[in-house]
């Protein structure tokens, strides 16, 4: 479906989406107790995982309840969370709040991660969130394979490549980018240059300045609770347990890294999806990009959301973004309905269908749509 963007009552539509906005009302208890008990599923999971774990090496459903507790940490609790969704409960718990998660030695219990809280703080619900499709927007994943796109590589080598780094993006990418991203912004508060420090293999350097910092708030927390500090909780079983342990959690996190890609990637990234080469300039020109510039996945009950982390709720997601998680299924049909009145495409798909079309746009095989100005 062709967008006619010039076209687009922008005042109507944003006129629309804040009404939609006035009907959600304050997060309340019954908000948090839905995320407590999503909260559970995970922590479930990651027990019985770890519980199993010791019993053979590379234990294949130990690893995928262990990498399902993963992911869930990160998109049904942290995500939610550190977008300030719970902060209004009444009488919440600070460590249910975008200014305590994962805060200080908080970070231990809430968020254990490859990513440092506050890098992907500022990365995702700044830069992402409010630059969607354009050039400055981090996740742009046209722009950021470009490399790969116009290689001489073989497809057979690029879609290889991919998957490779499928199963590795939260260390080699994620964590590194969202770090230099919050990086840069401290260097421009400060007036100092800015640099691409984590392509740089010097940036990875432990003695170095950038490079210490990478290691020692990203790399070492997570390796140290993660491949030491669990498997060695299995030593009174003997070191056989242990060297199961560490062996099922180095598959889970491969599981992990894939799991979340499949779920994170394809949600702005295929040919039916806008990209924008000038800024928004009002409030109902980003509500319309939100639109255009998403996709949902498959939606449902509870346990299909969890699944998907409810980035399945995208197109939702982007337009109410502290939206606590247990509204999004009420709202879906609401925004549809907006979309549908302003001839918008409400775009929807299983996610493995969007994840071959992400794919093809990440190898060259396929582009992005091109809006050049309002």
């Known amino acids: 479906m062709t967008i006619n963007y010039a076209q687009v009552d922008k005042k109507q539509l944003a006129a629309d989406i804040d009404e939609i906005k006035k009907t959600i009302g304050k997060p309340t208890v019954e908000d948090l107790q839905h995320l407590k008990k999503v909260e559970l599923w995970g922590r479930i999971s990651a027990f019985i995982g770890y519980a199993t774990a010791w019993i053979i090496p590379f234990n294949p ?63 995702h619900n700044k830069m992402h969130h409010y630059n969607l499709g354009e050039a400055s927007d981090p996740d742009n994943i046209e722009i950021n394979m470009e490399w790969l796109r116009n290689s001489n590589w073989p497809m057979w080598l690029r879609y290889t490549f991919i998957i490779v780094f499928a199963s590795i993006w939260k260390i080699v990418y994620y964590a590194p980018n969202t770090l230099n991203m919050l990086i840069n912004a401290e260097k421009r508060r400060k007036g100092e240059a800015e640099d691409d420090t984590f392509i740089r293999l010097s940036a990875w350097n432990p003695f170095a300045k ?99 982390g409810w980035l399945n709720y995208q197109v939702e997601h982007h337009l109410f973004p502290s939206l606590p998680l247990n509204h999004y299924q009420e709202m879906q049909p609401v925004v549809k309905e907006v979309c549908k009145k302003h001839n918008l495409p409400y775009r929807q798909e299983n996610v493995f269908k969007r994840l071959k079309m992400t794919l093809d746009l990440m190898v060259g095989k396929s582009n992005l749509l091109v809006i050049k100005h309002a």
Not at 100 to 113: C, H, M, P, S, T
Not at 250 to 260: I, P, Q, R, T
Request: glycine fraction near 6%; hydrophobic fraction near 45%.
């Open 210 to 308: 950038d490079g210490r910092r990478l290691w020692l708030s990203c790399f070492l927390p997570y390796i140290g609770f993660r491949f030491v500090l669990l498997p060695m909780l299995f030593l009174p079983l003997g070191w056989d347990a242990v060297s199961n342990v560490l062996l099922t959690s180095l598959l889970a996190e491969a599981l992990a890294n894939f799991h979340s890609f499949l779920v994170i990637i394809p949600n702005h990234a295929a040919d039916d999806i806008y990209r924008f080469e000038e800024s928004g300039k009002s409030r109902g020109e980003f509500y319309l990009r939100q639109i255009i510039g998403t996709v949902n996945y498959n939606t449902g009950a509870d346990h299909i959301d969890f699944f998907h």
């Open 61 to 123: 459903i130990s690893a995928l309840l262990i990498s399902t507790g993963n992911v869930s940490r990160w998109a049904n609790v942290a995500h939610p969370i550190l977008h300030g969704a719970y902060d209004k409960v009444p009488e919440v718990p600070r460590q249910y709040t975008s200014k305590g998660f994962a805060r200080g030695w908080r970070r231990l219990i809430d968020w254990v991660d490859w990513i440092e809280p506050a890098a992907w703080d500022y990365e």
